[in-house]
Structures are given as C-alpha cells and as structure tokens.
C-alpha cells in the first residue's frame, strides 16, 4: 500500500515522527510512505530541527509555500498536492490536524477520489472564527478514515451525523471513525526517555521553579489587547510570585511583540531576569521543558496535552478547548487572555493538591493502530 502524507505546520511534522516509525518498525514490508512538505513552517527551528532529531524521513518534495493569506496560502499547496497525487497514485492520503496544509491536502485528494485519513480527527472548539475549526471540519468530513485522539472527539462525529461504514473500503461517502488514541502520546512516551540526556535547555533551570509558556493562537498575537492582557500577567507571575517565565516565542509571536506591547510593558518584560524569551525550541528541548516546569501555560492544542501526558497543570490562553477532558479532569483551567483570571488560575492550579493524571489519550500504540485499520480498507488487491 501506498501512502502520501501531507505536512507543513510544527506539529504535524512531530505527529508524522509517529507514523513512520510504526511503518519503519512494524510495517516496512506492507506501507510505503511519501512524505510531502508543504513548506507552511520554513525557519529551520520550525521544521528542520524535527527531522533531525525525530527520525523521520526526508520528505520526497518540499512545495515551498510559506507564508502568506489564508486563500493564497491553501491554493498553492492545493497545486503541488494535486500534482504529487496524479504522479504518485496513492492509495490514501494521510493528514494531520487543522492547519491549512490540512485541508489543502484533503481538498486536492478527495477531487481526485484517494481516500483521506484524517490523524486527529473529531475535535471541536465550537468557534468558527478559528481557522482551525473551519480546516478540520472541511476536513472530517471529505474524509475516508477518521482517528480520533479522545472520546469527546468521537462523540463530536457521532453529533454530526457519522455513521459508522458499512461496505469493506472506506470511502468519503462511508467513512469508518475510530477512539484510537492519540499520536503525539505515542511520541511523548517515545521520546521522553532521552530528551534530558540529550538536550541542555535546562542547564540554568531549577527543577519546578519555572513555568513554561508559549502564545502564538492568531487571536492572541493579532489583537493588541488580548497580547498586552497575556504579558501584563506573565509580567505579574514573574515579579509579584518571583517565578521564571520560560516562553519559547513562535515567529508570529516574536514579529509582534515590540510593535504591539505597551512601551512600558515591552520594557518591563524585556528588563525582568526572570523573564527567560527563547526561539523555538526542538521537540526534545520541550519535552524536557514540559517533564520540569512547575506548571504550563499555553494557547497550543500540542502543548495543553504534553503538559497533561507529564502530569503538569496548565492554564489555557483561550476562551475555549477542543482538549475537554483536562479541564474535567481539573488540571487544567480555560483562563482565556484575561489578566485577572490568569493569575488565579495560576495560583488556584499551584495550591490543588492530588491532580490526578489518567492514562485518557490511548497507550502509545495509536500509530500502529492507524497503519493496521489503513491496510484492512486500502491494501490494493
Ligand atoms: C499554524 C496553524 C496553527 C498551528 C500552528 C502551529 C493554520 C491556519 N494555522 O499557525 O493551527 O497551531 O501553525 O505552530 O494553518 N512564520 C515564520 N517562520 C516559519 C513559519 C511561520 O516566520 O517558519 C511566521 C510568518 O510571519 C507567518 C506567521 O508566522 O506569517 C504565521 O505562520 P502560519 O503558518 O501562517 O500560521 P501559524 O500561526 O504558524
Ligand atoms: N513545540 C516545540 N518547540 C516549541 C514549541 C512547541 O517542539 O518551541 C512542540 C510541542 O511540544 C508540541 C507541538 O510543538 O508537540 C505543538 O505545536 P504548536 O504549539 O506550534 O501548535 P498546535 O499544537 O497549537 O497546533
């Protein structure tokens, strides 16, 4: 069987180490896999460093996209996916997620009828102002095989009238959907037995003295308010709670930061030592991060869940989450960009005691689940 996998973003190249190394360790002899880079993540801190350090393969073909709008960004890797599919004549075609590499990728399949599997498939904010919510919805539904990470993301499917397929091969017009787990558990069980060893991000770092932050959510970054609202309590944590601020700054984020925070705020941050501002980090520099810091405060989707898989709290910097068992479960606590609420949160999560962390994101094994349910539907005869 032949596979093209479609990534682009930051996390769908870390989602992809999953699947290829299922298919190098399990499945070599069934799966072949082309992997095409949409170029969506260029500066080598956002895509190089992970194939790298993740094992993952080369992709066949880079596309090159990078930046742009919404509309000219998806066109282009519409073009570049349409042509690899009419040479390579897959018999699926994997996606991960919600970023526009995503549903580019769905889109130029499901015109030329290959089969997509959507990795990460069910979740839901309920606020279409999110691109990503538009991107997995399009998504799921042009879909062949849907995995979803977690249970409320099934049930999201189910509500939105999926029924389970009936004929032997999955197509988009009898879609089977799956609770398989969730692929970047597989990783972070993987890969966090070496990230000390082999990363020095926390030599300056005491164990459970700081809290890990990242902010790059386009509603964060672009509305001058809600960015200077998220600094102002980082800004607070750091000095009124004498507690390091360690913040890997995606580019989009980093772009803006002097142009959109206050004077006196950009000082303030800029001039705090214990303000620690970083590039991005690599895939093991954050999972060693993420294993130490006393707490996690995050716009991600990835980053909510690791702080989860290493049994840390975390204060979500958005209104909502398509991750709704850790707020259930109380680690977590949706704090949007309200100063106020953040810093409550931070402390309400600090004095919780007995946070209870249960295995609800599968047990490692998703990717090896995916490439078996992939050959049941699409092995060629
Ligand atoms: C994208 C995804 C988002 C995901 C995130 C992961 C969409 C709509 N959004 O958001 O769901 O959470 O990736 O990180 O697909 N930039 C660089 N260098 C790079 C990449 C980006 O400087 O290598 C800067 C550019 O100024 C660019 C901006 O970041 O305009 C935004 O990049 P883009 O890929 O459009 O969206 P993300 O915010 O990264
Ligand atoms: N990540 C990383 N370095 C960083 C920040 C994040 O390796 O500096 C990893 C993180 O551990 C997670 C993934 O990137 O696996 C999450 O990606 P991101 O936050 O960019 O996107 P999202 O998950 O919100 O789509």
Not at 105 to 117: M, N, R, T
Not at 145 to 170: M, R
Not at 276 to 288: D, N, Q
Request: charged share 25%; aromatic share 8%.
């Amino acid at each position: 069987m032949k596979i093209v996998t479609i990534i682009g973003a930051r996390p769908q190249i870390i989602k992809a180490a999953a699947l290829s190394r299922a298919i190098r360790e399990k499945f070599s002899d069934t799966i072949t896999e082309v992997i095409v880079h949409t170029g969506q993540h260029y500066d080598d801190n956002m895509s190089q460093v992970f194939f790298d350090e993740l094992e993952i393969p080369q992709p066949q073909l880079n596309l090159n996209v990078g930046s742009g709008t919404h509309g000219k960004q998806t066109a282009q890797m519409m073009e570049g996916i349409e042509e690899v599919l009419m040479k390579e004549k897959p018999d699926a075609l994997v996606v991960y997620g919600d970023t526009n590499s995503t549903l580019a990728g769905a889109l130029a399949a499901s015109k030329l009828h290959v089969p997509v599997v959507h990795i990460e498939a069910g979740l839901r904010s309920f606020n279409r102002s999110m691109p990503e919510e538009v991107n997995r919805i399009v998504c799921d539904h042009l879909s062949a095989l849907l995995f979803s990470p977690t249970k409320a993301g099934y049930h999201n499917l189910v509500d939105e009238g999926f029924k389970q397929g009936e004929k032997a091969k999955a197509s988009a017009d009898n879609p089977y959907f799956y609770h398989c787990g969730d692929v970047m558990y597989d990783n972070s069980i993987y890969f966090s037995r070496i990230a000390e060893a082999k990363t020095e991000v926390l030599k300056d770092l005491e164990k459970e003295k700081f809290v890990l932050v990242t902010i790059h959510r386009n509603n964060n970054t672009d509305d001058p308010e809600r960015l200077n609202a998220l600094f102002s309590a980082l800004n607070r944590i750091a000095t009124n709670e004498k507690m390091k601020v360690v913040l890997p700054l995606h580019p989009r984020t980093s772009k803006l930061l002097a142009g959109t925070l206050s004077p006196e705020l950009y000082s303030a941050v800029k001039g705090n030592p214990l303000f620690k501002i970083l590039p991005p980090v690599s895939f093991l520099e954050m999972i060693a991060l993420e294993k130490n810091a006393r707490l996690v405060m995050t716009d991600s989707g990835g980053v909510q869940k690791e702080a989860f898989f290493f049994s840390k709290p975390c204060v979500i910097l958005r209104s909502e989450t398509e991750w709704v068992e850790l707020v259930e479960q109380g680690t977590a606590i949706i704090a949007d960009a309200d100063e106020e609420k953040i810093v409550a949160a931070y402390k309400a999560l600090l004095s919780k005691k007995n946070m209870k962390f249960p295995p609800l994101f599968g047990d490692g094994k998703a990717a090896e689940f995916i490439c078996g349910e992939m050959l049941k539907h699409f092995k060629p005869a």
